[in-house]
């Protein structure tokens, strides 16, 4: 007898799959398997048929080349996004494009500052309690924003002492709820960027964003270095 369950399981782990590549990605197939606690096979049958069903894409990894195949890291494309976005895009887009016709765009502005001061409201407290460490606050703020639907992770950049010495981190939100609005809509973008300053107590700068159609949202938050900088 067939298990009637087995369709189900296969497209729980599908989803698992393509959410975790939503979060981490641009990710490999080891990364996925070390995320996901599943063989490397299973890994590579899932992102396989989510490549061939168009949701996710191949990028060249970076870094030095080994012998063999290249190496590739994976990312939602645009139909992956589409997939994961909520069915309120359209509505949400028809408000506020009316909210722009009777208002003009100091309301559409207006709308998107008190949007993210209730994300501020309601994660304040979070943060707050991590400390005054840009990299702890930044730690805190992945963790809220992934529970309020961004898919969000934080990788460390920079190198102290190089050229530069600038460090910082890399906040990466790999799926955005408003994606689709937003592409219309910038100043909700710019309201989530200061919110973000705002939040981390550190001017923060974006980097790339889903809404301008890369693969995922980076923002660089700086942290303090105690190395000086070179003469």
Request: hydrophobic residues 35%.
């Amino acid at each position: 007898m067939l298990n009637a369950d087995a369709p189900t399981d296969e497209s729980r782990t599908r989803d698992r799959v393509l959410r975790v590549v939503s979060q981490e990605g641009p990710v490999s197939i080891p990364a996925l398997v070390d995320s996901l606690g599943l063989t490397e096979t299973a890994v590579r049958r899932h992102v396989g048929a989510l490549h061939a069903d168009g949701l996710v894409e191949a990028r060249e990894a970076g870094g030095p080349r080994r012998r063999g195949r290249p190496a590739k890291t994976w990312v939602l494309s645009s139909s992956g996004h589409r997939t994961l976005a909520t069915d309120y895009d359209d509505l949400a887009g028809e408000a506020l494009r009316f909210l722009r016709r009777t208002g003009g765009e100091h309301a559409v502005q207006a709308f998107a500052e008190e949007r993210m001061a209730g994300l501020e409201e309601r994660i304040s407290e979070r943060l707050d309690a991590a400390g005054e460490d840009p990299q702890s606050r930044t730690d805190a703020l992945v963790n809220a924003l992934t529970t309020e639907g961004y898919a969000a992770s934080a990788r460390p950049v920079g190198t102290p002492g190089g050229p530069t010495a600038l460090t910082g981190v890399q906040l990466c939100q790999g799926h955005c709820p408003v994606q689709h609005v937003a592409s219309e809509f910038p100043e909700l973008c710019e309201a989530e960027t200061e919110a973000f300053s705002r939040l981390l107590g550190v001017h923060v700068q974006r980097l790339a964003t889903l809404a301008h159609g890369d693969h995922v949202c980076t923002t660089f938050v700086p942290t303090p270095t105690t190395e000086r900088p070179p003469r």
